[in-house]
């Protein structure tokens, strides 16, 4: 089965503990992206990658960092998490006709 | 730069309405259009899309939406509101470039869909 699979789904966390959010997919789609959606201001693009190795800020990049070492894999870091970051974040990679494919997503709460 | 407007964060119809959710889009070269659906607790499923073949697009659950250059439109329409429609609904606008639609999509703010018997 197709699928963008993120872990946790869910994560409770405190100011400045560092955490990863995994994102995985198995469609070997070039492009991936994080996305985070927030009440009143729908889903806003954090980073994104056309190929392995090769990674851009979005909208809203600060206090994010991303790696893309292998095509399948795209995980979100956030070194030191702060109140504003807790949010509902969102994995996605493009098919090839254009439209994105998205995880379940990962809610994260800052404490 | 590209943008999308969404008029009405919240609509709400009776079931066997016409479902009617606007998009207004914003692109300075010809756009590709979405429309995606989350219900509680998913992510985003691609409902249809507007890649300059007809203006008229059809999606599931018998959902179709038709791109008005003149108006720079793409509004979501459904002939009869069922209960199960009943979600949060997102429209997204790429500007065409590279292939498969450039490098993102920028979503609007998303109209919530209630569904009353």
């Known amino acids: 089965e197709a699928q963008v699979t993120q872990n946790p789904r869910y994560l409770i966390t405190v100011t400045g503990k560092k955490l990863t959010v995994t994102c995985s997919q198995n469609?070997?789609?070039?492009?991936m992206s994080w996305y985070r959606q927030d009440p009143g201001l729908g889903l806003r693009q954090i980073y994104y990658?056309?190929?392995?190795?090769?990674?851009d800020k979005g909208d809203v990049p600060e206090g994010y960092k991303v790696s893309r070492k292998e095509k399948r894999n795209f995980p979100l870091i956030l070194e030191s998490p702060s109140p504003n970051q807790t949010s509902l974040y969102f994995c996605?990679?493009?098919?090839?006709?254009?439209?994105?494919?998205f995880g379940e997503g990962s809610r994260l709460t800052v404490l | 730069a590209q943008s999308v407007t969404q008029l009405g964060s919240h609509v709400s119809v009776s079931e066997g309405a016409l479902v009617l959710l606007r998009c207004n889009y914003s692109?300075?070269?010809?756009?590709?259009l979405f429309w995606y659906v989350q219900y509680p607790n998913q992510g985003l499923q691609l409902l249809l899309k507007?890649?300059?073949?007809?203006?008229l697009v059809k999606g599931i659950n018998g959902f179709e939406a038709e791109f008005k250059k003149s108006e720079t439109s793409f509004h979501l329409t459904k002939p009869s509101a069922h209960m199960s429609d009943a979600a949060e609904y997102f429209c997204?606008?790429?500007?065409?470039?590279?292939?498969?639609?450039?490098?993102?999509?920028?979503f609007g703010t998303g109209t919530q869909l209630k569904v009353e018997l």
């Open positions: 997204a606008v790429s500007e065409r470039g590279l292939t498969g639609g450039g490098n993102k999509l920028t």
């Open positions: 469609m070997n789609h070039e492009y």
């Open positions: 692109s300075s070269v010809p756009p590709y």
């Open positions: 990658s056309m190929n392995v190795e090769v990674t």
């Open positions: 996605a990679s493009k098919k090839a006709t254009g439209e994105l494919f």
């Open positions: 507007y890649t300059s073949a007809a203006t």
